[in-house]
């Protein structure tokens, strides 16, 4: 009896890590997608015709963006700081909802690209200073680059039929809420693991990643 209390805690505490590096190989995986397509193994801009294909473009689509998806990784680290950090999650998914809808009603929301490159770069610059900000703040960040990753995912469902509408939007909040949920509890593990260490290397690396792309996708949008 005494041999099974010893071990349970120390399986216990091997189960964090188990999900660290899951999560992480998770991560791995989709970044790899995303730089395959955005260097054209993959077409970005696409027409979506039927309810099938609004499913499996929108689980891809907030993948095959690099920019989109360091933009959704960020903001899942900056909300790792914070013990209720997930309505900083809700407030993206919300908005990116609302950015569709706005597309769909064929109103004009200006530069969504440049915006998105830029929301990219100060999440990065965020996390490479360990800039403290209020979660009200981050939300509201969170909520101006899920509005505009939206309105440039809107463009895909232009004319199509309800059921495909919805469809497309089921995928892309599926895709968006795991990969949040996932990289928020990759920023709890890492930052828990250092103690007495006011930044983590490994996010202020990240942090550098997200401004490098975000710098790439910004001059593009200029061109």
């Given at each position: 009896?005494f ?18 590096y ?19 193994g ?8 039927n ?44 908005a ?37 900000l209020?979660?009200l ?13 939206g309105y440039a ?8 039929g ?18 949040f ?20 290397s490994?996010?202020?690396?990240a ?17």
């Amino acid at each position: 009896m005494f041999k099974i209390a010893l071990i349970a805690p120390s399986n216990s505490g091997e189960l964090p890590a188990s999900r660290h590096y899951r999560h992480m190989g998770a991560i791995a995986a989709l970044v790899l997608i995303s730089v395959l397509s955005s260097s054209g193994g993959s077409p970005v801009q696409h027409t979506i015709s039927n309810c099938w294909e609004g499913l499996i473009w929108g689980i891809a689509d907030p993948v095959i963006g690099l920019d989109r998806l360091a933009g959704i990784v960020a903001i899942g680290l900056l909300a790792a700081r914070f013990g209720r950090g997930a309505w900083i999650g809700i407030s993206f998914v919300m908005a990116a909802l609302c950015g569709q809808i706005i597309h769909l009603y064929q109103i004009d929301l200006l530069g969504a690209e440049i915006a998105i490159a830029m929301f990219t770069i100060a999440c990065g610059i965020i996390l490479v200073r360990h800039i403290q900000l209020s979660g009200l703040i981050i939300a509201i960040l969170s909520a101006a680059a899920g509005l505009f990753q939206g309105y440039a995912d809107g463009e895909s469902i232009i004319g199509a039929g309800i059921v495909t509408v919805i469809a497309y939007v089921t995928g892309v909040i599926l895709t968006q809420s795991v990969i949040f949920l996932c990289t928020k509890e990759i920023g709890a593990i890492i930052g828990g693991r250092e103690i007495q260490q006011i930044l983590p290397s490994k996010i202020r690396l990240a942090g550098l990643a997200f401004c490098g792309i975000g710098i790439v996708f910004l001059g593009k949008s200029f061109i």
